[in-house]
């Protein structure tokens, strides 16, 4: 029987180009070349969501990662240059952000805390205690198509949940590498890193940063390093880095919180003031008088008498019916826009200032919070930029008050005047209409309709609406703005020297709208969370740099090979494990480091020799096979667990469908070797190989051979006890579970049911039916890869966050 049992396969329509396994659940997450990111689960394989790509967030998958609690997946896209982070429950994308490259490897680590951690985070955030909880934003029936965030209030607020400091960490080209403390806040931007990082190793105690990275040499070949970067300022600084990454995450959310909320107003607005303000338009273009849109109201008003024009548009354009219901639906928008106003707008200003005020208060600490470069300047200006969004909130709703009563007055006077064009009977208590009711008449008429010479920049005769100038996203100043004479707290200020230039006092700007203070409000907090960005990716430098080997350029294409990284927390040791196919083929190295970049390791470097005989049977009754030598490459590699690394090996003798297989490396043995490698840090790695120890391995029956299949990348979950085997054309993918060797008989005797259970369309084989499971397309696929010139899976590299294919 083989080692590892086969629990599913498939053919996939559209080419796998990464692949990472849940941290905590039997879930695989997939990318493919179509744009489409895609989440399946163990039985079966069966496909759980599938998330297609978007014009907001893009169609080229560039990596994937998951959050260490499995809750949340990180995607990075290239040809919109974002990272997106989408709900594995709901498959709905909760935040975005943009990045200045694409990203190529990511990689999310939960940070270790120490006791003085917990102690000091236990009292770190009491907003729950003072603040209330943000109401939930209506749905949104309007796709608005600048507005690539698709959240909601509940999903942007709980973003952050209850779970330890986690850090999501990104390269790219041109030594890109930013630092994200829960994948939303970015606390770092390095700079101390050159050519394009290939794969990234975030310590979980926060000492080092470890990076492979690809540069081109001056022959036009790839040289493969090693660099360990010195992040000691995080881990010394780490209760107080939680803290600001908590708080900075909440403002963040915040922000997000009160853009979406504006975009609901806008939406609440928005078809009703299309409607008035075409007809509107209509009239004007079309009326032959040489009489002002305003004096023929005022004729109505004044005369009871209307021009021809004005009584076609009231009667066939607007009609009695049609008007009582626009006047309707007006109100309706009104306390739509003044609801989320009061419970939206101003809790999420409220919030932001309770927020930014801590954080002034945080910055002050400067023993504490200094060297993480809180700039007290800034926090004051954002506070104050805070304060001016909420005068301004403020001002919209006076503005809406006053709007409603000249709107109800205005339409209530129109709906009897036209009642009395189509002489039907007017009801004695609209009948009725007192000076204060003119007054509000004439106050829309004035207000609301302007002079031909001011013509409209953009070819109206007049502004429809006061409120509507608040929510559009422009530069330009309020074409009609409140008119602030007689206010007493004004006059007294302008009238005080010291009051005016009082920096307790939050500016107003009354000429621009609530978009436009939204846009300043939102710069300066921008400005003030870059800050510690530039102070804490300042202080990283490189405490190490080792050339590992060179790639030659094939056909003008570079060979990239895997590199598989990971943290041992136990030890505090990172771990990173590669191949040089070139220079030894049957041969995988494994270097590894302290996370603290001052505390030396001897014994740091040593070779797994792979030209190993196999044993293939794990039935202790059957009889055992001889040994066969062979000679292996190996193609991929996974970390399974602390002792054991999952690899997917080819066999070096033999035709170009050469014998694959899947097999797991005990590595106690070449772990606890004690041999010192004394490394020449003027070579290349490859340069000097004779001296590096080497430990040959038993591997005993911890094998499988992947018959028909031509096997190149390997995703596997230690916890789950799974893998997941994908082949050189990149759609044809196996399940195994791995340590099936420790099930009872029952559970062997259930396989074929527990299999045949397919709800995806999912072609399953049993072990001894491997070779009927998909070999025809796999030949067609392992063609198209030949014309290719070479495997795609040897073109891209491979990432500690998701398995690059």
């Known amino acids: 029987m083989p080692a590892f049992r086969q629990v599913g396969e498939k053919q996939l329509p559209n080419p796998v180009i990464y692949m990472a396994w849940s941290p905590k659940r039997d879930l695989i997450a997939l990318a493919n070349t179509a744009g489409e990111l895609l989440l399946h689960r163990l039985a079966n394989f069966q496909r759980v969501w599938s998330l297609a790509p978007n014009e907001n967030t893009g169609k080229e998958i560039t990596s994937l990662a998951w959050r260490p609690d499995g809750k949340i997946l990180a995607f990075g896209v290239g040809d919109t240059k974002q990272v997106v982070l989408c709900d594995a429950e709901k498959a709905e994308i909760l935040h975005l952000f943009p990045v200045d490259v694409p990203v190529s490897c990511m990689h999310w680590v939960e940070v270790q805390s120490n006791s003085r951690c917990v102690l000091f985070s236990e009292s770190e955030d009491e907003s729950n205690c003072f603040l209330p909880r943000l109401p939930t934003l209506p749905k949104r029936s309007v796709h608005v198509p600048d507005e690539s965030v698709e959240e909601k209030s509940d999903e942007v607020t709980n973003l952050l949940g209850e779970v330890r400091l986690n850090i999501l960490v990104t390269g790219g080209p041109s030594g890109f590498v930013e630092l994200y403390a829960y994948g939303l806040y970015k606390v770092a931007t390095l700079t101390e890193i050159t050519g394009t990082c290939r794969s990234l190793c975030l310590s979980s105690d926060l000492k080092s940063l470890s990076v492979v990275t690809e540069t081109r040499s001056s022959n036009d070949n790839s040289e493969i390093h090693y660099i360990q970067l010195d992040t000691g300022l995080l881990s010394s600084c780490l209760p107080e880095l939680t803290r600001m990454a908590r708080k900075f995450t909440h403002i963040s959310t915040l922000i997000q919180y009160l853009r979406l909320s504006l975009t609901c107003m806008c939406e609440a607005w928005e078809d009703i003031l299309m409607q008035m303000d075409l007809r509107l338009t209509k009239f004007v273009q079309e009326k032959n008088t040489s009489t002002q849109v305003q004096d023929e109201f005022l004729e109505l008003l004044l005369w009871g008498h209307a021009s021809p024009e004005l009584q076609a548009l009231l009667m066939n354009q607007l009609t009695v019916k049609g008007l009582k219901m626009l006047g309707q639906s007006i109100e309706s928008s009104y306390s739509s826009i003044q609801k989320l106003v009061i419970s939206h707008l101003q809790s999420g200003s409220g919030a932001l200032l309770y927020h930014l005020s801590e954080v002034k208060g945080m910055a002050l600490w400067k023993q504490k919070f200094q060297p993480l470069g809180l700039d007290p300047v800034a926090i004051e200006e954002a506070i104050t930029a805070v304060g001016s969004f909420t005068l301004k909130a403020n001002e919209l709703l006076q503005v809406i008050d006053k709007s409603m009563k000249n709107f109800k007055a205005f339409f209530r006077w129109l709906y009897v005047a036209m009642l009395r064009m189509s002489e039907d009977h007017v009801p004695p208590e609209l009948n009725k209409m007192t000076q204060k009711d003119l007054a509000f008449v004439a106050d829309f008429l004035s207000e609301h309709f302007s002079n031909e010479e001011l013509f409209d920049r953009k070819g109206k005769y007049f502004n429809v609406e006061r409120v509507g100038q608040y929510l559009k996203d422009e530069d330009e100043d309020l074409v009609s703005p409140p ?26 700007y009354p000429q621009k709208s609530l978009h436009f203070v939204k846009r300043m409000m939102e710069g300066a907090i921008d400005f003030c969370l870059q800050k510690p960005a530039e102070v804490i990716g300042s202080s990283v430098k490189q405490a190490v740099c080792l050339p590992l080997y060179s790639l030659l350029c094939l056909t003008g294409k570079h060979h990239v090979c895997f590199c598989c990284r990971w943290n041992d927390k136990n030890t505090c040791m990172q771990y990173t494990v590669f191949c040089m196919p070139e220079i030894s083929p049957s041969k995988v190295y494994i270097l590894r480091r302290a996370t603290d970049p001052n505390r030396a390791v001897l014994n740091g470097l040593v070779a797994i020799d792979l030209n190993t005989p196999l044993n293939s ?32 090996l080819q066999c070096l003798e033999g035709d170009e469908n050469r014998l694959r297989l899947l097999a797991q490396l005990p590595l106690g043995a070449a772990l606890s070797c004690e041999e010192v490698f004394a490394w020449d840090p003027a070579l290349r790695l490859d340069q000097q190989t004779e001296g590096i120890p080497v430990q040959a391995l038993t591997w005993g029956n911890q094998s499988r051979d992947l018959e028909n299949m031509k096997a190149c990348f390997v995703a596997v979950n230690g916890i789950r006890k799974v893998a997941c085997v994908l082949s050189s054309n990149l759609r044809h993918v196996r399940v195994f579970e791995m340590d099936v060797e420790d099930e009872e008989d029952e559970e062997r005797a259930d396989e074929s049911q527990d299999i045949s259970s397919d709800q995806d369309g999912l072609e399953v084989t049993s072990p001894n039916q491997g070779a009927a499971g998909g070999g025809v397309d796999e030949e067609g696929g392992a063609k198209a890869c030949e014309e290719m010139g070479e495997l795609p899976g040897e073109t891209l590299d491979q990432t500690s966050g998701s398995d690059t294919l």
């Not at 794990?618 to 690899?647: F, K, N, W």
Request: proline residues 7%; aromatic residues 10%; charged residues 25%.
């Open 483 to 508: 008119n602030m004479e007689g206010n007493n707290w004004l006059s007294f200020v302008e009238q005080s020297t010291y009051l005016k230039a009082s920096p307790l006092l939050f500016p107003t």
């Open 617 to 648: 049977s794990i039935d202790d009754e059957a009889p055992v096979a001889e040994p066969v030598d062979r000679s292996y490459s190996c193609l991929d590699a996974r970390l399974y667990d602390d002792e054991t690394l999952t690899v997917v």
